[in-house]
């Protein structure tokens, strides 16, 4: 064989090995061996992968007689469609031509389960990919299987129509076809449990919420209209956002993914956003769960290099001393965000081993989404992470595409749905919503890199009301509930002679860190000074709140009720681990529910008789 050469000379240790089992692909023995090695180490993956000879071979192997070698077969090609480059050269090397013939005319059912998990694993793995995977015959074929005898074929079909269904493209093409979504209803009343879930999922992917809801036996948007919590940044200030929810579900005597229809947060918002939607956790057990984060991921600082600091760290960092400066720009981002991915992923695992968005929205939960920033196109956007598809029909946002990695990025510039998607993986979700600069590295996968969204909005609440009027058109905005981080009062700073406001950054708190200047600082400091001033001004969750109350008296129906307590207790860094600030800022959020009593009793009162309406309409 051509590709035994190509082993030999690639110097790795198991070159020789891979030489010979190639020479043998379809035996059993040798179809086992190959598998073997492949599913074990990710070098023999990357070795395997790296040529078209082998991969052809494992290709081949798919139109066997042998069940053994399809298996086998289909099992090493699964794990290696895991890489996105390999995925790509699995279709340039016409993979889906057996695929295609083995799901038309194929009776035996261990060989479709086989072929079906490639299908499924390939169908999610990039756009491009799921675009050139959905003909006509593949979707004929898939039909077929949605009602076949065998109830893993029917799911593993079912899983294949969701993830093709995530390309946009695609998306336009499964809504259109004839049938489908009465099939896909049809298929949620099964008797089969993992046979009605993959149908709703699949209803989820594409947008048919209301034959969703009707499914599942959702509960219905009242009347009376939407409900939503908006959950601001802020690190560890967070604990003042999670004191207030605890207020109001102890004087509700609900949970808050019984109050609401949508909740959106950012950053330490959207984890408690995604929960107390996805996970309905109670605030009191959140507050435990995120000071064990806190203590945990912000233990020590990290070291790094230099060159992949950002020149907004820099910046932030040259308004400290000037030892703290070299020091911080000399390690890049401060805390080791490995910590927090391997607590998101024990926080976010499911118990079905799949925590995809997605799959909470066959739950009767709120909808939820997490705000990130996308920095990997120009100009940066803001990027929704949710559990939910907008509805059939919502227009979609423009595309750039990466001709590197054959994937593609949906940009929005009008009104439509922003960027986002739903198939990402909870912890991903919110790994990139807390990507803090200075303090977290940021988040990347094969297509994109994203940063906090507190860089974007800090503040999500103007969003969540879009997200709110994408998901239900036709439908107001009965309560809107947003909640803050703290932040302190509005400081006096002296330039040259003349006295300026100068509020502080606060909530994400990027430069709480920094001391204010002193005196009149020239030269070049100025235009570190007007840095400052533009940093705050991206992330300050007050310029949304003025502009809620500005533009809200125009829509007096729309309840809306903003929590934040404003004091000097509230300034605390963002990753803060003294029990002793922690305890401030909890008593200054103590004595600001206490002051505003009659305010929450208003809220709470509201939300309550929102939420007995929404029980006698379900």
Not at 461 to 488: F, Y
Request: proline share 5%.
């Amino acid at each position: 064989m051509e590709n035994t050469s190509y082993f030999a000379a690639s110097g790795h240790k198991l070159g020789a090995f891979f030489s010979f089992i190639f020479r043998f692909p379809y035996y059993p023995f040798g179809a086992s061996a190959v598998s073997k090695v492949i599913l074990q180490d990710l070098g023999n993956r990357v070795l395997v992968g790296k040529d078209d000879e082998p991969v052809r071979q494992l290709i081949s192997m798919i139109s066997n007689d042998n069940y053994h070698v399809v298996r086998q077969a289909c099992s090493s090609l699964s794990t290696l469609a895991g890489d996105v480059s390999v995925a790509m050269k699995l279709m340039k090397c016409d993979i889906m031509q057996p695929i295609g013939a083995v799901l038309m005319v194929s009776s035996a059912s261990e060989k479709l389960v086989s072929v079906l998990q490639v299908v499924v694993t390939l169908a999610i793995r990039s756009d491009t990919i799921a675009e050139m995977m959905l003909t006509n015959d593949v979707l004929s074929s898939l039909k077929v299987l949605c009602v076949h005898k065998n109830p893993e074929v029917q799911r593993l079909a079912l899983l294949a129509v969701g993830n093709l269904g995530f390309c946009p493209e695609n998306h336009h093409v499964l809504v259109a076809v004839e049938g489908l979504r009465e099939l896909l209803v049809q298929l949620t009343a099964t008797p089969e449990p993992r046979v009605n879930k993959a149908a709703a999922r699949a209803l989820a992917i594409l947008g048919e919420n209301e034959s969703l809801r009707c499914a599942i036996g959702g509960r219905q948007i009242p009347k009376r209209g939407i409900r939503i919590l908006s959950l601001d940044g802020g690190g560890m200030k967070g604990l003042a956002t999670v004191q207030i929810l605890e207020e109001i579900e102890n004087r509700t005597g609900k949970r808050m993914h019984e109050l609401f229809d949508l909740i959106c947060g950012t950053s330490t918002g959207g984890i408690y956003a995604a929960a107390l939607s996805i996970k309905s956790m109670s605030a009191y057990r959140l507050e435990e769960i995120y000071k064990n984060f806190g203590k945990v991921v912000f233990s020590e600082p990290v070291p790094k290099d230099n060159n992949s600091a950002t020149w907004k760290e820099k910046l932030d960092q040259l308004y400290k001393s000037s030892s703290q400066s070299f020091r911080v720009v000399a390690k890049g981002s401060k805390h080791n965000p490995d910590k927090l991915e391997r607590l998101l992923k024990d926080l976010c695992a499911d118990e079905d081993g799949d925590d995809r968005l997605i799959e909470s929205a066959v739950k009767d939960i709120p909808k939820v989404c997490l705000i990130s920033t996308l920095v990997s196109v120009m100009p940066a956007q803001p990027f929704v992470f949710r559990n939910y598809q907008y509805p059939v029909g919502t227009p979609e946002a423009p595309c750039v595409t990466s001709e590197s990695s054959g994937t593609t990025a949906r940009v929005s510039h009008k009104q439509s749905g922003l960027i986002g998607s739903c198939k990402y993986q909870l912890w991903q979700a919110i790994r990139a919503s807390c990507a803090a600069p200075y303090y977290l590295d940021d988040f990347s996968d094969d297509v994109y890199r994203w940063r906090d969204g507190g860089l974007m909005a800090n503040n999500p609440t103007i969003i969540s009301m879009r997200e709110a009027q994408l998901l239900w058109p036709d439908t107001k905005i009965d309560c809107l509930v947003s909640v803050g981080s703290g932040s302190v009062p509005t400081k006096v700073t002296a330039y040259q002679n003349c006295v300026v406001n100068e509020p502080l950054l606060h909530s994400i708190d990027f430069t709480s860190y920094l001391s204010p200047p002193l005196q009149a600082r020239k030269g070049g400091w100025r235009y570190l000074d007007a840095g400052q001033v533009l940093i705050e001004s991206a992330c300050s969750v007050d310029r949304v709140e003025e502009t809620l109350n500005t533009l809200l008296p125009m829509h007096p129906k729309i309840r809306y009720f903003r929590f934040n307590p404003v004091d000097e207790r509230c300034d605390m860094k963002l990753d803060e681990t003294d029990a002793a600030v922690w305890q401030k800022l909890e008593a200054a959020t103590k004595d600001y529910i206490e002051n505003n009593s009659e305010y929450f009793n208003i809220a709470c009162e509201t939300l309550v008789q929102a939420s007995a309406n929404s029980d006698t309409e379900k």
